[in-house]
């Protein structure tokens, strides 16, 4: 079972900046593509970016596209996103997620991101956006 934990979370005012973190203790994320969502409240689960497996490609929602980075830090098992000018309706539990292999995400493969590309999840980390 691989087993993601998201960290990072917090509360933030508006303009502000987060940097959240996906990582796993069982295995390596290198052979996986890693994807970010935002569930808020009221509304379904919105894919934001996502990175390939080998960090050549990333992709963003167009909510976030020029605000958020998605990145990948191997010697640290971790993927990273970065959120910048937070706004309200950025709040939500965020989630990372995963897939085995190339395709997810690489320069083969065409958005939007969609939850029923990903198998492995995180319990998600709560980010408020207020004034």
């Known amino acids: 079972q691989l087993t993601l934990v998201e960290s990072g979370g917090g509360s933030v005012q508006p303009g502000g900046s987060l940097k959240l973190s996906c990582t796993t203790s069982?295995?390596?994320?290198?052979?996986?593509?890693i994807g970010w969502f935002r569930q808020a409240p009221g509304k379904e689960r919105e894919g934001g970016a996502c990175i390939s497996m080998n960090g050549v490609t990333t992709e963003y929602a167009e909510s976030v596209k020029g605000r958020f980075t998605v990145a990948r830090d191997d010697a640290k098992n971790t993927v990273v996103l970065e959120m910048n000018s937070l706004n309200a309706e950025d709040t939500g539990v965020y989630l990372c997620?995963?897939?085995?292999?190339?395709?997810?995400?690489?320069?083969?493969?065409?958005?939007?991101?969609?939850?029923?590309?990903?198998?492995?999840w995180g319990q998600g980390t709560q980010v408020a956006v207020s004034s």
């Open positions: 997620a995963a897939d085995y292999g190339y395709y997810t995400c690489s320069e083969y493969w065409t958005g939007p991101i969609r939850t029923d590309d990903f198998n492995w």
């Open positions: 069982r295995f390596t994320l290198e052979g996986y593509a």
